[in-house]
């Protein structure tokens, strides 16, 4: 039997509308829909907008959320969050993966693309709570040439392992870095994922210091390094790309690379704040936009992400058209369904039922001008009532489904896991 | 009879407390503490901060929350604000007020300075509230010299009529900045603050342009023209302070001047995001924090301007150990209140009650390694769940006596005064 969803009067694009889902996708809009056989969502006095797509994330990280607070990026690293990864066990990582998933729906991201160890467990739980998730195989080798085979041999099985997943759950190839593995080993991850048609999701010159290492080592920084491997092509997902130059652009705008713009992550560990947005847009590279991990940046949030990304652009700038609203909704919804190939990111007849509804009868929306400004500058994710994906509710008046069993779960295995360590 | 509160089971640096308050003063902090006849709240899963002080805002242009989106600053101020502000009446303030003090005490704040014309009608809604504030009676004469004798006799006037004001509410002499008012309007407006044992609250560098206009005029930098002029002293606030060089800091930190800082205002009006915070506290200047007025910022939200300022710092000076979370919560608290002279921003007996509760039963709290890092980067205002202001309950488990009526009433009056405006 077909899944059927109504909602009715809604305000989109400001009028009140309906909107009737058969199995996932918005097939009529219009005034006074008869009910049918379809569940029922009152959306009155709420406001519908495309679901957040978030575009890069480690979901599990979540469990580390505010570890290492005030230490350098090394100490960070070395001494608080590669020691604890080492501990998280296929138990933790679900759990992690699910208190994600919880926080993505109580701020409106229907959507996430996401690299972490023990992907398919991420991939149970995204299923287990109707998100649409993108996972990927992690090739990070250290640039230890003698893990090639055994690398190939998992990556082969994980994929065909993955054809089992749920329909809204997607594998792709994860090249952790240009740094971090080996050349043999990227060339290999992304001929892979073009023959078979997956997305390839790396992060690309987040730091200075990763540019340097390049030049030193290839005398090219990341990108033009990967360009002389000919390995970007238009399945490429590259995050952050905070410290790419107009030449570095050229190549990300003629390969029709995706960039995901990580701006609290970027800030948080000191990485540096001018991102390329109008230099990129105006190359032609499609800008999406990520919330980073949890422990590099705390929460999945972004309506907070977006308002960040905003003022920090028209703040370094000193401009305050840049970034414009109209824009900046695009980078968080439309913008990362072109990148990911899915019909989200617009509410319109075919298009994939993927929504948020927003209360406007708050504070924040008092006075109410400008909705999209009130959404991004005067908001916080407490407006968003409910979501959905897939044309199903899965957050109905702020409510999760087994959302205190994820938080109990989550406080017991981080306990478990992390029961010696004194922080 | 006095009024009594007792705060039950409320976690205080990490341990199990109750707190008990008379006639607005903490008496007692310990365990089991006896009710008597005090009325009580629990505070179990919760923890207690003090309130936040928003040390620089334009409580009434909540009215104006999202207008002029996009545009310069220039079109913005000309086209939209300053045409706009004209209208606003005894009742539209008044409203407009009560609004942005519904959204303080929402988002945790106990306290804040203000600068807005028909300061009387903004302490009158202040009083009724019940939040602690201090408002300017604005001096700007556009350097029209032929004003003076009119704002000291209106300034005279408004002063003798403060002293009826409630003891929550306080008067300051705002001198709206050195560019806008002529010099002898300034040096009487500090001279009378001085004799009167009175706080005055200006606006200094907030721009670049700012900047150039005075060193052409005067030769001077804002704060060298000033310090000529020697009308700064301890009881000044200076607004912004973006655009404060090396010498301004010096004479800053010499004549004791408290600066607010405006992350959100100075990023997204395109001022210009440097701020010198690591210079101004080296110098021993006392740095606090502010939201600016909503038409700019959009919302009154103090602990989004902390993960902002937080997070910025951090960014431009590609430092992750810049503004650690210790002195940012002292930014946002107590270095206010020092400013204002007010015994609040610390959770000690003897102390002003004005605290807030935060659940952290919920996902942003989850896991709690690190209660600050949660509150500043995880959390959003939505986790304060009960404040208290002078020992009074004025939100408790997030409502606010009133709130409907704010709301429906800044409705009608937006409707009123902008009604035949195109947005």
Known sequence: MKSKLLIKNVTLNGAISDIYIVDGIITKIGSSLPQGRAELLEGRGMAVIPGFVNMHTHSPMTLMRGVGEGLSLTEWLNDRIWPLEKRLDEEAIYWGTKLAILEMFKSGTTTFNDQYWQESVSARAAAEMGIRSFHSFVIMDYRDKELYDQIVESAQKAYKESKKWSSLNHFTIGIHSAYSVSEDMIIWGCKFAQENNLLVHMHLSETERENFKSIREHSYTPTHYLEDLRVLESNVIAAHSLWVDDYDIEILAKRGVKVVHNVNSNLKLGSGFQF??????????????????????????MLEAMKTAALLQKGWRRDPKALPQNELIDIATLNGAKALGINSGVIEEGALADLSLVDTDNLHFTPNFDFLSNLIFSANSSSINSVICNGKVVMHDRYVEGEEEILSNVRRVVKRVFNDIKF
Chains 1, 2 share one sequence.
């Open 276 to 301: 390329n947005y109008n230099e990129m847009r105006d190359a032609g590279v499609l800008v999406t936009l990520g919330t980073d991990g949890c422990a590099s940046s705390n929460n999945l949030d």
